[in-house]
């Protein structure tokens, strides 16, 4: 090889005859088995036996890693939906997303699509309304009625408690975007881990739960 190297370059006298590299090839594979050296050799490396590669085992770390990858968000949108705790099925809502405000864009087309404006899992306990912003799956075929409850989670177990935010809306047909309101209840809003469950249907109840999502109240920080 390193002789290649050096002369490749190297421009050769007209008349020059050179040999063909591939043919040479053939009449050494032809007489290498009569030459009673090179046949030991060959006898000798078939011989060796191969010894396989260890299988290389992942480490816990490594699998605990590839598993956390397979349940990372596809899209900005679903990380916020991640972020909150959501046990979907994901049948009905692609995402929900928690939002200070909501906008409606508009498309040349006549489809629109809500965009959450200031996202968030955590909310200052002055937050007027919170917005739930949320994609189907698939667009409406007919008109879909959706609601939202919304409670706060409590460590002791209380029995039934009325929801502290609620709202409901019917889908149009091919909507496919769409957000619940939640306004601050009258007594305003405490801190703490509010759970919402999502419906589809008439009713709402643990048939008709298709979704789950959550959010937090915090203290309101204070200016210096």
Not at 96 to 113: E, F, L, N, Q
Not at 184 to 213: K, M, N
């Amino acid at each position: 090889m390193a002789f290649e190297q050096s002369t490749r370059e190297v421009e050769l006298p007209i008349g020059t005859r050179v040999l063909d590299k591939n043919k040479l090839l053939r009449w050494l594979d032809k007489i290498r088995p009569h030459v009673p050296e090179l046949a030991k050799a060959i006898e000798m490396e078939d011989a060796v036996p191969v010894t396989p590669a260890a299988p290389v085992v992942p480490s816990e770390a490594e699998l605990a890693a590839k598993a956390m990858e397979n349940l990372k968000p596809q899209n900005t949108l679903d990380t916020a939906a991640s972020l909150v705790g959501r046990d979907a099925d994901f049948a009905w809502f692609r995402f929900v997303i928690p939002a200070k405000k909501v906008m409606r864009d508009d498309s040349p087309t006549g489809a629109h699509d809500f965009i959450p404006l200031d996202p968030g899992i955590s909310f200052p306990a002055t937050q007027q309304d919170i917005y739930l912003v949320f994609g189907l799956v698939t667009a409406s075929y007919d008109e879909v009625p959706l609601a939202a409850r919304c409670f706060k989670e409590r460590t002791e177990l209380t029995g039934a408690q009325p929801a502290v935010a609620q709202d409901q809306l019917i889908m149009s047909t091919n909507d496919q975007s769409g957000y619940f309101v939640l306004s601050r209840p009258s007594t305003g809003w405490t801190t703490g881990l509010y759970r919402c469950g999502l419906f589809a249907g008439e009713q709402t109840s643990a048939y008709t739960q298709v979704d789950e999502v959550r959010f937090r109240i915090v203290e309101s920080t204070k200016p210096s």
